[in-house]
């Protein structure tokens, strides 16, 4: 069971999903107490898309290791990225929290999925959190510079965004929200700095910001 788990963590890692299947049921014909296959085969299916699948090995992860959180997140994940129901998602980031209050993926899940609902001010404590556990979390940074841009807390909206750039060079989000915090500075010079930017990353933001920044 260990060789075919093994595989299809390698698969996935490799985001050759439909391998990583094949080789963890292979997996569980010899052992189907084994709860890290049922995670790998969690996560396998959500990347196919394959939803409903994917929650189901998901729950058979939590039954046997009911002290795990990395199932709920599995599931609140679903339903964030993949069905798109952040209510839902909120609902099982909340059960990771309950079992470890200040764990990182579902603070910034929590703030990622109240940012999306424009409830930025309670967004900022978990993201703040998310960031205290994980100080190179760069979408934590991004999404945390978004909700205090979104609050008028401008220059630490700055700092954070800056932050989540020198993290990853090629971030497209941090640009694209510094530039908004720019254009409403009326910061030409700077914001023309970040679509410039943005062209070479062949970014999509590109057009609507240059369109901002002219008007200016």
């Known amino acids: 069971y260990l060789y075919w788990y093994r595989k299809g963590f390698s698969y996935n890692a490799l985001k050759e999903y439909s391998n990583a299947k094949l080789a963890l049921n292979r997996s569980l014909e010899f052992k189907t107490d084994y709860s890290s296959t049922y995670l790998e085969l969690g996560y396998a299916c959500s990347r196919?898309?394959?939803?409903?699948?994917?929650?189901?090995?998901?729950?058979?992860?939590?039954?046997?290791?009911?002290?795990?959180?990395?199932?709920?997140?599995?599931?609140?994940?679903?339903?964030?990225d993949n069905k798109k129901d952040m209510n839902e998602a909120m609902n099982w980031y909340k059960k990771t929290l309950t079992l470890n209050p200040t764990e990182r993926?579902?603070?910034?899940?929590?703030?990622?999925?109240?940012?999306?609902?424009?409830?930025?001010?309670?967004?900022?404590?978990?993201?703040?959190?998310?960031?205290?556990?994980?100080?190179?979390?760069?979408?934590?940074?991004?999404?945390?510079?978004?909700?205090?841009?979104?609050?008028?807390?401008?220059?630490?909206?700055?700092?954070?965004?800056?932050?989540?750039?020198?993290?990853?060079?090629?971030?497209?989000?941090?640009?694209?929200y510094l530039a908004l915090l720019y254009i409403g500075q009326k910061s030409k010079a700077k914001a023309q700095q970040i679509v410039d930017e943005l062209k070479t990353l062949n970014s999509k933001h590109v057009e609507s910001l240059q369109a901002k920044v002219d008007a200016l």
């Open 48 to 80: 196919l898309k394959q939803d409903e699948e994917a929650i189901g090995h998901y729950k058979k992860a939590a039954e046997i290791d009911p002290k795990s959180h990395i199932p709920t997140n599995g599931i609140a994940e679903v339903y964030r």
């Open 105 to 176: 993926k579902a603070c910034f899940g929590m703030g990622y999925c109240l940012n999306s609902q424009s409830k930025f001010t309670e967004a900022i404590p978990y993201l703040r959190t998310a960031i205290e556990k994980e100080p190179t979390y760069t979408a934590a940074y991004v999404e945390l510079g978004y909700s205090l841009y979104k609050t008028q807390s401008l220059t630490e909206a700055e700092e954070k965004l800056k932050k989540a750039i020198s993290l990853n060079s090629k971030n497209e989000n941090a640009r694209f």
